[in-house]
């Protein structure tokens, strides 16, 4: 059974709750079980990826949280260090990882990407996971 561990940035836990409500409604869709993770923000998300890879416990991972742009350049850093860390991850680990960290520029926009009855990027953040899973099971038989 495809197990999944889900760490979530609880900076703006509204946002993130949401955020887990479509992705949860999703996996268990799928029959996925998962584990939920919580860290202060997105920048700590790629560290506890990190520590959890070599545990040979989850098949795939799924990156929830968000970042509003505000008045000084600290947005910019959390945004490409966070997804940055995930990618090289996801590249160096042959690691397969649900990106759903919402990067925007208001709270209304964060909102409507959130909500399980609009945007729900959860949901596609969890199928997008499976998808990468499934992939990696692929070539990880060829030869």
């Known amino acids: 059974m495809t197990h999944i561990l889900i760490v979530t940035a609880d900076?703006?836990?509204e946002i993130t709750e949401m955020l887990v409500?479509?992705?949860t409604a999703t996996l268990k869709n799928k029959s996925v079980t998962f584990e939920i993770i919580n860290v202060p923000g997105a920048f700590e998300i790629p560290g506890v990826v990190s520590f959890?890879?070599?545990?040979q416990k989850y098949d795939g991972f799924i990156a929830l949280g968000c970042v509003i742009r505000g008045e000084t350049t600290h947005y910019d850093y959390v945004c490409s260090e966070s997804a940055r860390g995930l990618m090289d991850l996801a590249v160096r680990e042959h690691a397969a990882i649900g990106y759903g960290i919402l990067t925007v520029e208001t709270m209304a926009q964060a909102q409507a990407r959130a909500d399980v009855k609009q945007g729900n990027k959860g949901g596609d953040v969890a199928l997008a996971c499976l998808r990468m899973i499934e992939l990696k099971r692929q070539f990880d038989t060829v030869g």
Request: charged share 10%; net charge positive; glycine share 10%.
């Open 11 to 13: 900076f703006y836990p």
């Open 52 to 55: 959890a890879l070599h545990n």
């Open 21 to 23: 409500k479509g992705t």
